[in-house]
């Protein structure tokens, strides 16, 4: 197989991208400022030039790309020196530099993502800019242009923060790993399983969507992502055995929108929550575990009670897959996983280190298919694949969380969290449950416009400290707002995995979300759940009472599901999901 020169240049620059972030872990201890900079000089080919179209999109992306190389280039090559000018500017030249790496983060995340994240990250720079005009408390005394321009960009501070940093050292290699499992026979290997377990019950072909889309959204991290991918095999599955298609695409949207929730990776989120919170990976894992099972168990439910009421089929026999193809495929799966965990749980090294073990142990099964032979044609495009496919998804979350840290940056400059999470403790009369109910409306609005972890990021930056005051833990206040972080991925009006769901159908979006929120109703109780019965989170130090607290709140979810979907009359609905609210929160009153 030939590959033109164009397809040769991407293949080593997205070759030398992974090779740069397995040496990371690998070589030991990079400076900040130089690790963090060649971070964003690697991604922003591929995030402004790689798949561009138009001759107009193409040459500015190229122009940005080569200004923007060149920039953080410098950044990392002069930081030794910019370490001991304590992030003021000294010259024109080096404010041009902090103008020119501001507007290409900034672009580069419009380009990747839209406008919304971008206008707030604008807002947010005028506001360090031009705050000092605004009178009353939201003002604020002003910051010299030089520092305010140093701190975010040749300081650790703005886009070289702490975020930047889950980016470059976490982040990259568990995309990379997913990368390179996707490109093998790892997601097949997932919906064999699914299908093994699931397709001989009731309703199977939605159960099968169900386990597939937790197994392959722990690993792609992304809600739309999942639709997409598993969402082209279970569909089709379910339309033919006669599922009613918003059924059909509201069980793909909620299932996917799961996997962002589900241990062992939760998307970019989990490493996030690790740098905020300073808990050990390990510790969110096993705290999330449990509310990530009972989101799936209210699915499961429901789809029991769709599954009665339309009196769905199973998957047939001869559709479900051999006994010998499950193992064979498991087996592309169970290998890299078990490696990354004994890493983590066995060897004791750190996660980033294990999921480069993993990456390595994947990345041999990628020698052979499914039927275990070696072509070499074959094993030449899944190597490309899983380079180019990594190469793309460190960029689209670097470009995310680069735009992120501008707004984190300036928050910290000018104070404007302090005085945001004052006003969420006024405006609650410093009361918790107030204080909840207002960070989970400004998660979902801000969650329409922005993707799941750079809405998780700015709205723990600004409520966190407002709920760990009125008496949440760090990791519960963090587990909540990373929670209602996803409710406009299947809460009208902007719900993309529905959307993506409904259009892969050809159903009524509308149909689809309202059937969507009924399933998903743990996305919208859990998190509360988990304020009312903290135990819940407690699997590691407390397994007897974690599991108590789960028990309680996965019977109140089940008798919710059952009175949304299962009852079809007014008086039994009330009754059903009022004895299920009552079985959750009532912990709060005895």
């Not at 064979?328 to 169970?334: A, D, G, M, Y």
């Amino acid at each position: 197989m030939s590959l033109s020169p164009s397809r040769l240049l991407w293949l080593a620059l997205a070759a030398l991208l992974v090779a740069f972030h397995l040496g990371l872990v690998f070589s030991g201890l990079v400076p900040n400022l130089v690790a963090r900079p060649l971070h964003m000089a690697l991604i922003l080919p591929f995030a402004l030039v790689y798949g561009a179209e138009g001759r107009w999109r193409l040459g500015s992306g190229l122009v940005l790309a080569v200004i923007g190389v060149a920039a953080a280039l410098w950044v990392a090559v002069e930081s030794d020196r910019l370490i001991d000018q304590y992030g003021f500017l000294e010259s024109r030249f080096q404010t041009g530099v902090a103008i020119v790496l501001l507007v290409v983060v900034i672009e580069t995340a419009r380009r990747a993502i839209g406008w919304p994240l971008p206008l707030v990250a604008s807002a947010a720079l005028a506001y360090g800019l031009f705050g000092q005009h605004i009178p009353g408390e939201f003002g604020h005394a002003g910051t010299p242009l030089a520092s305010f321009l140093g701190t975010l960009t040749i300081a650790e501070g703005g886009i070289w923060g702490t975020l930047t940093g889950v980016s470059v050292n976490v982040v990259a290699i568990f995309v990379i790993f997913g990368a390179v499992l996707n490109a093998g026979e790892a997601g097949q290997g997932f919906m064999n399983v699914a299908s093994s377990a699931a397709g001989r019950l009731r309703g199977g072909a939605a159960k099968v969507s169900v386990l597939s889309s937790a197994l392959f959204g722990s690993i792609s991290g992304s809600a739309s992502a999942n639709v997409a991918s598993t969402g082209a095999i279970t569909l089709p599955a379910m339309t033919k055995l006669g599922y009613p298609k918003r059924l059909a695409a509201a069980v793909e949207a909620v299932a996917s929108s799961g996997g962002q929730i589900m241990p062992p990776l939760m998307g970019a989120g989990a490493f996030v929550m690790v740098e905020l919170t300073g808990v050990p990976y390990t510790q969110i894992m096993a705290a999330a575990a449990l509310p990530a099972v009972l989101y799936f168990l209210a699915v499961w439910v429901g789809i029991n009670a769709y599954a009665r009421r339309f009196d769905l089929k199973s998957v047939a026999e001869e559709d479900r897959p051999a006994r010998r193809d499950v193992i064979v495929t498991s087996l592309f799966f169970l290998f890299p996983f078990s490696v990354l965990l004994w890493g983590m749980f066995v060897s004791g090294v750190t996660p980033e280190y294990a999921a480069a073990l993993a990456i390595l142990a994947g990345a041999l099964l990628l020698l052979t298919d499914g039927s275990l032979r070696v072509r070499l044609p074959e094993i030449g495009a899944r190597l490309e694949t899983a380079l180019l496919t990594a190469a793309k998804q460190v960029a689209m979350i670097a470009a995310i969380i680069l735009c992120a840290s501008i707004v984190i940056g300036v928050l910290s400059i000018t104070g404007l969290g302090v005085k945001i999470t004052s006003l969420i403790l006024e405006g609650s009369g410093g009361l918790l449950w107030p204080s909840l109910l207002l960070t989970a409306v400004a998660c979902l609005v801000l969650g329409m416009e922005v993707p799941t972890t750079a809405a998780y990021v700015i709205c723990v930056s600004v409520a966190g400290p407002a709920l760990v005051e009125l008496g949440l833990e760090p990791l519960q206040a963090h587990l909540f707002v990373f929670w209602f972080a996803l409710l406009s991925t299947i809460t009208p009006p902007v719900c993309g995995a529905v959307f993506i769901a409904a259009g892969m159908i050809g159903e009524n979006w509308l149909k689809v979300a309202l059937t969507a929120m009924a399933l998903g109703v743990g996305l919208y109780v859990i998190p509360l759940g988990m304020v009312a019965n903290p135990g819940v989170l407690a699997l590691a130090d407390a397994p007897a009472l974690a599991l108590f607290a789960a028990a309680r709140i996965g019977l109140g979810l089940t008798l919710l599901s059952a009175g949304l979907i299962g009852a079809r009359k007014p008086l039994p609905t009330m009754g059903l999901c009022l004895s299920g609210l009552v079985v959750i929160f009532a912990g709060l009153w005895l």
